[in-house]
T-cell receptor, first 113, second 115 residues
Framework: QQQVKQSPQSLIVQKGGISIINCAYE??????FPWYQQFPGKGPALLIA?????SEKKEGRFTISFNKSAKQFSLHIMDSQPGDSATYFCAAYIYNQGGKLIFGQGTELSVKP | NAGVTQTPKFRVLKTGQSMTLLCAQDMNHEYMYWYRQDPGMGLRLIHYSVGEGTTAKGEVPDGYNVSRLKKQNFLLGLESAAPSQTSVYFCASSQIHKGQPYGYTFGSGTRLTVV
């Protein structure tokens, strides 16, 4: 029930295209859903996050869509660029459990020029 | 402003050896975490701490111990290393503000190989 399932495992997109990564969760107690971006040899860095009382959040080319009833959320990267090539992780968080994050399995995104 | 610093960055251990990974943060964060990252499995929480002198088990605590004697430091120990502990280890810290994690920051990782 603590799991967050992420798909696809890898994704290849042409420059200028839309990248879409999906996540699903079971535990309705999760109350914060961040996305992290990780480049090789680096630690994950927060990209964008959403609370379950909001259905969509946009920051620049990055948008989170959140469907509370389906217990699913997704990351959309508009106008994908080669510099977006990285591994992306969705995560979920429960405040009253020490603030620990439960991560999805990760998606390796490659944007071809 | 270093953020979260992990040492060492790389290490090779023989099976049965012990070692300690050090995590230091300079942001005065209350919460600290140790994760391991393995291909296709995302990051899994090993242990965490919600304040100086406190520790708690995460998803995969077996074979690891931790200590948080000072607020800024969180140590991860392997008493008897096993090949299954070959992984990349990440430390993170965060503050909590109005019920949400604030400034959740990861270190750059320690790549550990156990042979």
């Amino acid at each position: 029930q603590q799991q967050v399932k992420q798909s696809p495992q890898s994704l290849i997109v042409q420059k200028g295209g839309i990248s879409i990564i999906n996540c699903a969760y079971e535990n309705t107690a999760f109350d914060y859903f961040p996305w992290y971006q990780q480049f090789p040899g680096k630690g994950p860095a927060l990209l964008i996050a959403i609370r379950p009382d909001v259905s969509e959040k946009k920051e620049g080319r990055f948008t989170i869509s959140f469907n509370k009833s389906a217990k699913q959320f997704s990351l959309h990267i508009m106008d994908s660029q080669p510099g977006d090539s990285a591994t992306y992780f969705c995560a979920a968080y429960i405040y009253n459990q020490g603030g620990k994050l439960i991560f999805g399995q990760g998606t390796e995104l490659s944007v071809k020029p | 402003n270093a953020g979260v610093t992990q040492t060492p960055k790389f290490r090779v251990l023989k099976t049965g050896q012990s070692m300690t990974l050090l995590c230091a943060q300079d942001m005065n964060h209350e919460y600290m975490y140790w994760y391991r990252q393995d291909p296709g499995m995302g990051l899994r929480l090993i242990h965490y701490s919600v304040g100086e002198g406190t520790t708690a088990k995460g998803e995969v605590p077996d074979g690891y111990n931790v200590s948080r004697l000072k607020k800024q430091n969180f140590l991860l120990g392997l008493e008897s290393a096993a090949p299954s502990q070959t992984s990349v280890y990440f430390c993170a810290s965060s503050q909590i503000h109005k019920g949400q994690p604030y400034g959740y920051t990861f270190g750059s990782g320690t790549r550990l190989t156990v042979v």
